[in-house]
């Protein structure tokens, strides 16, 4: 069984400050981890992966996230928020070929 | 990756219609599938779309509410029948191509009102 856990259904930034969205997976087996966002009346797209290799990852628009394998975590930050930033993210995680199982989803509210 | 083009974009439908969603990809694949994001909710897969076989759904989803086509690697369709207010959600089609290590492509999803 799999499951995610994202902590804040919201949380708000100031343009220019520390983006940090919190995720805890729960895998039987050495898991995929991923974060997408979603823009306001648009589909998901894909911020990064981790697929077992570098544990730190880098994604698009600056943003990266570091698996943490002793405390079960996938947080993604960013130096510096922007106005455009401002979305929805969710975090997910596969467990070998099984399906995408997603958490609740964070909004990014970013004020200037 | 793969480009998926879902049609309609969004739609209002009378309670007790159908409506058909549909998932066009630009590339063979071999597994789709379709979620349903209720308002403020995160996604929920509604089934996995095997090309030449019925679909697999999950717990909560039946085959009479949501049927699902898939004649070939690159379509699928969606029927949301005998729709109610509760249906009223985004629902989005996505492919994983590499059946494996690797996320799903998400289509831009269908807007559905069921007034």
């Known amino acids: 069984a799999q499951s995610v856990t994202q902590l804040g259904s919201h949380v708000s930034v100031s343009e220019g400050a520390l983006v940090l969205l919190r995720c805890n997976y729960s895998?039987?087996?050495?898991?995929?981890l991923f974060w997408y966002v979603q823009y306001p009346n648009q589909g998901l797209q894909l911020l990064l992966k981790y697929t077992s290799a570098a544990t730190l990852v880098k994604g698009i628009n600056g943003f990266e996230a570091e698996f943490k394998k002793s405390e079960t975590s996938f947080h993604l930050t960013k130096p510096s928020a922007h106005m455009s930033d401002a979305a929805e993210y969710f975090c997910a995680v596969r467990s070998g070929y099984s399906t995408l199982t997603f958490g609740k989803g964070t909004m990014l509210l970013v004020s200037p | 990756s793969a480009v998926i083009s879902q049609k309609p974009s969004r739609d209002i439908c009378q309670r007790g219609t159908s409506l058909t969603i549909q998932c066009q990809v630009d590339s063979q694949v071999t597994m789709m599938f379709w979620y349903r994001q209720q308002p403020g909710q995160s996604l929920t897969l509604i089934a996995t779309a095997n090309q030449g076989s019925e679909a697999t759904y999950e717990s909560g989803f039946v085959i009479d509410k949501f049927p699902i086509s898939r004649p070939n690697l690159t379509f699928s369709t969606l029927t949301v029948s005998n729709m109610s207010p509760e249906d009223s959600s985004i629902y989005l089609c996505?492919?994983?191509?590499?059946?494996?290590?690797?996320?799903?492509?998400f289509g831009s999803g269908t807007r559905l009102t069921v007034v």
């Open positions: 895998s039987s087996v050495p898991p995929y």
């Open positions: 996505s492919v994983d191509e590499t059946g494996g290590s690797y996320g799903y492509t």
